[in-house]
């Protein structure tokens, strides 16, 4: 067999290990960087994760310590700095990354698969024995050392042409296991701290339904297979239409060279629309529907809800579609009062997924 078929099935055989490793969900790790001198542990077990980033004194700034510490199930979060002389909680809420020490491993998969990331040998680091990869990735050189028994990336670094080498993940301490339950124990200051609502959970109020039946209208990109919307404006919780409204809409909107839109508001509420490819589509409103025709992956909509001394907005919303006919809610909340506002929400399933009879 020659070196090179060796190496090509070296690294996919190391990509396969890789791959079929579930990232354990119980340990302690602690990484350098960040700062000079600056260190994060990251502590889990289970759903709770606490991390603590740690600075040194530097510039006359004194060394500080700072927690923060997620429920992974929840997606809320409580911050806070002991260090301080009152010590303050935020409470916030997340989702996606929030630093988990293996989330590097399932970016470099791709590499080492692809063969652009070769395996040059084996190394112990801090202690831990690594197997190391080396080769270049989106015009960047890039070498990692990965501990193949857990997945875990212990050190990994990028350089450009002409650039110094940059230490992105270097890990010092590992130990596996659960922490004492005592770590992600929260401090006094975060007792009554509530975190604002979540995306789904202010779908879910808003709607009275289950928010996994609905998708943010504002949030790209656009789908690719096309379908008729129909727009339905009803007003948060009850779900009832809003019926007096005007309803413009701008299908030839480009992002790359949006339009300037104006408008102008009569004393009695109503608009005109001017600018780009707007129109007015009212003519076609009943009972707080209308139907859009089948519009682009992107559009811009204006919907005014008719009153005195009332003004609307435009916005941009990205197509979703579920079926045929898909149904998109202007949902609007506190109608009427001062802190009106409103989401476009696309209807994936549910009591509303069902276009309203003409």
Known sequence: MSIKKFVARLSLAAAACLTAQT????YTITESGGAPGATTTIYRSGSKALVVFNT?????????????????????????????????????????????????????????????????????????????????????NLKAWID?????????????????????????KVSFGPPAASVFALPAACAGKKPPPTADQLIAGETGDDAANYVNGMYGPGSKNSCSVVLRV???????????IQVAIDTSYNVDNP?????????????TFSGGGIHEITNMVHNGVVSLGTPPPYFMLDVNLIRPGHGSGEGLVYRQCFAPTTVLLDVVKDYGGPAESSDFLWVKAGRYAAPPAP
């Open 148 to 172: 193949t028994k857990d997945g875990l990336v212990i050190r990994a670094q990028m350089s450009g042409p002409g650039t110094a080498v940059m230490t992105l993940v270097d890990v010092t």
């Open 23 to 26: 990232p354990p969900t119980a």
């Open 56 to 140: 040194a004194a530097q510039g006359g700034a004194p060394a500080s310590r700072t927690f923060s510490l997620y429920d992974l199930a929840t997606g809320t979060n409580y911050t806070w700095t002991p260090n301080d002389s009152a010590v303050a909680c935020n409470a916030g809420t997340f989702s996606g990354d929030w630093g988990d020490p293996f989330a590097g491993t399932a970016e470099l998969q791709s590499g080492i698969a692809k063969g652009d990331l070769k395996p040059t040998g084996s190394e112990t680091i801090n202690g831990i024995a690594t197997e190391v990869y080396a080769g270049s990735t989106q015009g960047a």
């Open 234 to 244: 009803v007003n948060a919780k009850t779900m009832t239409p809003i019926t007096h």
């Open 259 to 271: 339009p300037h839109y104006e408008s102008g508001v009569h004393n009695d509420g109503t608009e």
